[in-house]
């Protein structure tokens, strides 16, 4: 699937469902569990390589764990979700030319068909802008943006007047220089309601409330595999210690035989 049938969906009052992988594991498990979208996002950073933040994120990895999640694909390649992998801390956010070669980087050297940019700052606008101009697609990211935790922390954004307008505005900015869909996090669900009505362009929340255009979890959230549990994300199965139950039950009848 390419990023422009996407929109295609919204049209269609289709809803669109994501998940994150990071490895061929997930990659498989989200594809069987036939996703539309499946964004190898920097939490992986996270989940998968232990880091507290997504910050340490580095070009190699996002591109190593993409190739990786797609190896892990079985369908054929028309029935294939679509792959969007995220920019990581620092490719972006140093100009135009570092985001064009990064960026480039990842199509030129995976099966993603797009990348996901955090925040909506002029500077970014002016990236996102080339990207898409160079011929890259682009997925938005507003509301909360892990990659900018150190300024906002991880709390819920756009409970205040301004912090509404502001992700409103951004919303409609990302629309208008070309983004073929946002994601919106932790937001609250009416001013989500109103951001999906306002545009042409699909929503994807995450802690966004259900009036979005789709939906999108991190894999290893949904599956109780974590630890730390956003407060936005009711697993789906205690799947941490469903796993430690099992495999404890394996290494004592080991030791007995
Ligand atoms: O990195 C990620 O997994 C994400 C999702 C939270 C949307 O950006």
Redesign the pocket.
């Known amino acids: 699937m390419l990023p422009s049938e996407l929109v295609k969906y919204k049209e269609k009052s289709q809803k669109i469902i ?1 998940l ?1 992988a990071w490895d061929s594991i997930s990659g498989s498990i989200a594809e069987q569990a036939n996703v539309d979208l499946v ?1 190898v ?4 950073a996270m ?1 998968c390589l232990g880091h507290k933040s ?1 910050l340490p994120l580095t070009i190699e990895n996002i591109i190593y764990h993409t190739n990786a999640v797609t190896r892990g694909f079985k369908k054929k390649i028309e029935d294939q979700p679509l792959v969007v992998s ?1 920019m990581p801390f620092l490719t972006y956010q140093c100009g135009e030319d570092k985001a064009v070669e990064y960026a480039g980087k990842i199509i030129q050297s995976t099966y993603a068909k797009a990348i ?1 940019v ?1 925040g909506a700052e002029p500077e970014i606008q002016k990236v996102i802008s080339r990207l898409i101009r160079m011929g890259i697609p682009v997925m938005g ?1 507003i509301g909360l943006t ?1 990659q900018s935790f150190l300024n906002q922390g991880l709390k819920k954004q756009g409970e205040s007047l301004e912090s509404k307008e502001k992700i409103k505005k951004e919303a409609s900015i990302l629309q208008e220089i070309g983004c073929f869909s946002i ?1 919106l ?1 932790h937001i609250p669900e009416l001013l989500a309601k109103e951001i999906q009505n306002n545009l042409t362009i699909p929503t ?1 929340g ?1 802690g966004a409330g259900n009036f979005c255009d789709g939906q ?3 894999t290893a959230d949904l599956l109780g595999l974590n630890d730390d549990q956003p407060p936005f994300c009711k697993p789906i199965v205690n799947g941490k210690k469903l796993f430690n139950d099992k495999l404890k039950e394996w290494v004592a009848a080991q030791r007995l035989n």
Do not use: N
Not at 41 to 44: F, K, T
């Open positions: 994501a994150t964004l996002g920097d939490s992986l989940v997504t995220d996901k955090e990211h892990p994601v996090e994807i995450i999108v979890r991190v």
